[in-house]
């Protein structure tokens, strides 16, 4: 099982939008709605921010979005704030009752 | 609420085992399987399998097949991941994180180095 690919770096200003694109195939991303997106900060535990492709868990920002179309996913931040800047993780449930990880973006505010 | 709480950190040569336990509270632990991501130092999030803790059936991933078991003890909410034949590429923070929807509850992650 590959890893889901994601851009390794986006960056913007505060107050913009960004996008994070996570592509995998049909037999992850496209075959399930199982996605989920995790933020991270250095030396912490991953935090969930999107699970089921664009729902949010209690306390997480509306400013967080997700979608998905065929094998990829996207993660949407608008109004970006400097405690986006973090490192962002996709996952996707996947053939045979497995679990894949993306790449990681690291998410730079200028 | 729903607490995980993993064992200590470990230094291990390599060739050599290591088990890291999680132990969770706050829920009713047979219900909801386990996961164990590990993360490299400075790399990205690796799932590495889980255990359902209700039937005891496991899922590893194909990477890490016949190197790793999971095991629980239903008797003591634990859960437990055995990683062998340790390499200096094992090195990594390792998480265990329960299902219901993955990632929604971390442990706070056990520090794993191998070293000679």
């Known amino acids: 099982q590959s890893a889901l690919t994601q851009p390794a770096s986006v960056s913007g200003s505060p107050g913009q939008s960004i996008t994070i694109s996570c592509t995998g195939t049909s037999s992850d991303i496209g075959g399930y709605t199982y996605v989920s997106w995790f933020q991270q900060h250095p030396g912490n535990a991953p935090k969930l921010i999107i699970y089921y492709v664009s729902i949010r868990p209690s306390g997480v920002s509306s400013r967080f979005s997700g979608s998905k179309s065929g094998n990829t996913a996207s993660l949407t931040i608008s109004g970006l704030q400097p405690d986006d800047d973090a490192d962002y993780y996709c996952?996707?449930?996947?053939?045979?009752?497995?679990?894949?990880f993306g790449t990681g973006t690291k998410v730079t505010v200028l | 609420q729903v607490k995980l709480v993993q064992s200590g950190a470990e230094v291990k040569e390599p060739g050599a085992s290591v088990t890291v336990t999680c132990t969770a509270s706050?829920?009713?632990?047979?219900?909801?399987?386990m996961h164990w991501v590990r993360q490299a130092p400075g790399q990205g999030l690796e799932w590495m399998g889980w255990i359902d803790a209700g039937n005891g059936n496991t899922k590893c991933s194909q990477r890490l097949q016949g190197r790793v078991t999971f095991t629980r003890d239903t008797s003591a909410s634990t859960v437990h991941m055995e990683v062998r034949r340790l390499t200096p590429e094992d090195t990594a923070v390792y998480y265990c994180a329960r299902d219901g929807i993955l990632g929604q509850y971390w442990g706070q992650g056990t520090l794993v180095n191998v070293s000679s």
């Open positions: 706050g829920y009713i632990f047979t219900s909801y399987a």
């Open positions: 996952s996707s449930f996947a053939t045979g009752s497995t679990y894949v």
